[in-house]
């Protein structure tokens, strides 16, 4: 029996063509993708410009939606790069951009207005103070942090009504996203630049014994989703862009039958393919152990059988699962030391008996298991997404016959006139009719138009077809060059103008010196236990779920009674709440207030002040020379997470970390640095 539910939304991860492809074959609704920088993802393969072309051109030929990644901190000096990318996404026509940097998003909607923003689950929407922020700005869909509950989705989706989605698929991170600086400090790689190089997968030594305790298992949603989809959410995200086609393909087409099972009313209880030890995220348990998996790190593979005989020059495996050529194979041993790693090239499948004989050679001892880890490359992906012909652009296009031709040509807001002087005959055997007219000029070769015909004529006339063709020649190849001229000198225009605004800021904001002084702070939880001058900043939580707003606030109006009004806001949640209050603010770390479109999108929320994360490269940050910069002495700040981190001083390569308890979130510090700057 059919259940009754919304339009359900499943929404795919494209790294590359192949996985692309891969997603929409297996039923994806949407795929997110990005360009080769600026985006989370820098390590995926990711699109040229040319492959995104074809890809967006691909995927709406297939009915489907792509969303463009541009989930990155941004500086000025790249922004002009940027203007690039959404002059591009804005040709084609993509159904969203997925956007961190808060001044992204104040830029988009002053230059790009028509372009859809979903907020990226960098942005670190917690709480519905955060998501009526979002929604003032002009975004249309957020996509929420993994770490939030049911209760706590539901909560928020009913006290802000907007889009939300949500991650049911893929890895996790420790910290929160949008609030991990680990990479940044240890390796020199930002995360919050695309680049993690992902320490939290590292061993670290606590108490003489070394482990992964910062490696948390993948979130698998799996038969589960049935109590979201249930709690009226739509939209689901699989996380993936660095992992292959196969897994692509296998995690999607699983989510598929899943969800138009639920729809149908009916259940499947299998769980989905994973590649590390599996939970169900935040959804049902959020303690540290049921999410941590602190002994195996690495990505161990689907389970599909065992070795059952070694032979000189090949290996049995007792196997049901389908297999293919080109899959990428792992053999374990009992304790989960990798054997023997390698692509299923040469081997010999008796279906009858479930035996793959695969003609490899190894040393190894029975019991070994076999896992499929991914596929080797295909360099047929791109000839696919070009199969499908390129036509971006809707035209219409009016001819009129009369004594000249007369064309016009209309797409979007560029409209244009050709006048042809051709001769014109009346007809004596056959007469030239609307739809012969119509059918020529809806033909248009190489160009990149797909057109629709109207044509106004007298009867009795007759034109050589040969002319009219030489005719749609001409003018398709007119039209082309007068509209890529027309969409050049938009986006230059366009450009120009984000140029003189940055110039704008700077000649209004610009320091007239550098603001040397460092300034004291206390925590929020901390208040009551130091004596402090009503003039120190108090700096607000970094984290407050949906449960404990209203008791924040509280507590946090009851201190503005006593005349505390110097504030650090953490996040850009707090701009909500604090409008038209008489306080003094100061935008913290993870507000990332390094471009100027971000500080010119603060200083609109009257933010007086601002500070900046010191995992930052502070030399391409140009806001750091603008009013209002300043520098408090505190402790490195690694992770922020939801979970309970055991107490313990952590190890790696001789540097020493400690976690710090908060009322609703820990965070874990750099020892000999918090013992000097208590936080």
């Keep these: 029996m059919y259940q009754s539910y919304p339009t359900i939304e499943l929404l795919a991860p494209a790294g590359s063509p192949e996985a692309l492809i891969a997603a929409i074959d297996a039923g994806a609704d949407a795929v997110y993708l990005g360009l080769k920088d600026f985006n989370a993802r820098k390590r995926a393969k990711n699109?040229?410009?040319?492959?995104?072309?074809?890809?967006?051109?691909?995927?709406?030929?297939?009915?489907?939606?792509?969303?463009?990644?541009?989930?990155?901190?941004?500086f000025d000096q790249e922004l002009e790069q940027v203007a690039d990318i959404l002059n591009l996404a804005y040709e084609l026509s993509v159904d969203a951009i997925i956007v961190q940097d808060i001044g992204l998003i104040h830029l988009i909607?002053?230059?790009?207005?028509?372009?859809?923003?979903?907020?990226?689950?960098?942005?670190?929407?917690?709480n519905s103070l955060h998501a009526q922020f979002l929604k003032n700005l002009g975004v249309s869909r957020i996509i929420l942090p993994r770490e939030l509950s049911l209760q706590e989705i539901q909560s928020i989706a009913q006290k802000v009504p907007l889009e939300y989605e949500l991650f049911i698929h893929g890895a996790m991170c420790f910290s929160f996203s949008g609030c991990c600086l680990f990479s940044s400090y240890l390796f020199g790689q930002s995360g919050n630049r695309g680049r993690c190089l992902q320490p939290c997968r590292y061993p670290f030594t606590a108490s003489g014994t070394t482990r992964y305790p910062f490696s948390m298992k993948d979130l698998a949603v799996g038969p589960s989703l049935v109590d979201y989809m249930n709690a009226g959410i739509t939209n689901f995200?699989?996380?993936?862009?660095?992992?292959?086609?196969?897994?692509?393909?296998?995690?999607?087409?699983?989510?598929?039958?899943?969800i138009d099972s639920i729809i149908e009313g009916k259940m499947i209880k299998k769980e989905p393919p994973q590649l590390r030890t599996t939970s169900k995220g935040y959804m049902c348990d959020s303690s540290y152990h049921k999410l941590v998996d602190s002994e195996n790190p690495g990505v161990a593979g689907t389970y599909i059988g065992n070795v059952t005989q070694l032979k000189k020059n090949s290996c049995i495996i007792s196997t049901t699962y389908p297999l293919q050529k080109g899959l990428r194979l792992r053999i374990v041993d009992s304790s989960g030391k990798k054997i023997f790693e390698g692509t299923l090239l040469q081997y010999k499948y008796d279906k009858k008996k479930n035996i793959l004989e695969w003609h490899v050679s190894f040393n190894g001892k029975l019991p070994l298991s076999v896992y499929i880890i991914g596929e080797s490359k295909s360099d047929t992906a791109l000839k696919k997404l070009k199969a499908i012909p390129y036509k971006p652009y809707s035209v219409q296009i009016h001819i009129t016959i009369d004594s000249t031709i007369n064309i016009t040509a209309a797409i979007s807001n560029f409209r244009i006139n050709y006048t042809y002087n051709i001769p014109i005959h009346r007809a004596i055997k056959q007469e030239l009719s609307p739809n012969t007219i119509q059918n020529i000029f809806s033909q248009t070769a190489h160009f990149p138009f797909a057109?629709?015909?109207?044509?106004?004529?007298?009867?009795?006339?007759?034109?050589?077809?040969?002319?009219?063709?030489?005719?749609?020649?001409?003018?398709?190849?007119?039209?082309?060059?007068?509209?890529?001229?027309?969409?050049?000198?938009?986006?230059?225009?366009?450009?120009?103008?984000i140029t003189a605004h940055i110039a704008l800021i700077t000649k209004h904001h610009a320091a007239t010196k550098p603001n040397d002084t460092t300034y004291t702070y206390v925590h929020f939880e901390q208040l009551h236990t130091v004596h402090i001058n009503p003039n120190t900043f108090i700096e607000l939580p970094i984290f407050v779920p949906e449960d404990a707003l209203d008791d924040t606030i509280k507590k946090l109006e009851a201190h503005m009674r006593e005349g505390f009004r110097h504030f650090i806001i953490p996040t850009y949640g707090w701009l909500e709440y604090f409008k038209s209050k008489d306080v003094v603010l100061c935008a913290g770390d993870y507000c990332y207030c390094v471009n100027s479109f971000t500080y010119d999108m603060y200083k609109k929320n009257s933010v007086s002040y601002f500070t900046i994360s010191g995992d930052m490269d502070t030399q391409n940050?140009?806001?750091?020379?603008?009013?209002?910069?300043?520098?408090?002495?505190?402790?490195?700040?690694?992770?922020?997470?939801?979970?309970?981190?055991?107490?313990?001083?952590?190890?790696?390569?001789?540097?020493?970390?400690c976690p710090q308890h908060f009322s609703n979130y820990d965070v874990l510090t750099d020892c000999d640095d918090f013992a000097n700057n208590a936080i």
């Design 237 to 258: 995200k699989i996380e993936g862009r660095l992992k292959s086609t196969w897994y692509i393909k296998e995690v999607v087409s699983y989510y598929r039958k899943l």
């Design 621 to 657: 940050i140009t806001t750091r020379l603008y009013d209002g910069y300043i520098q408090f002495q505190k402790p490195r700040i690694y992770i922020v997470t939801r979970l309970r981190i055991p107490d313990a001083v952590y190890t790696f390569k001789q540097k020493h970390f």
């Design 109 to 126: 909607r002053t230059y790009y207005p028509s372009l859809v923003i979903h907020a990226s689950t960098q942005t670190f929407c917690h």
């Design 451 to 497: 057109a629709t015909a109207f044509v106004t004529m007298h009867n009795n006339i007759f034109i050589p077809l040969s002319l009219l063709k030489q005719l749609r020649r001409q003018f398709y190849e007119a039209l082309y060059n007068d509209y890529t001229k027309y969409q050049e000198s938009i986006h230059q225009q366009r450009k120009k103008d």
């Design 47 to 74: 699109f040229t410009h040319d492959e995104f072309k074809y890809a967006v051109n691909y995927v709406h030929h297939h009915n489907k939606k792509i969303y463009v990644t541009l989930n990155t901190i941004l």
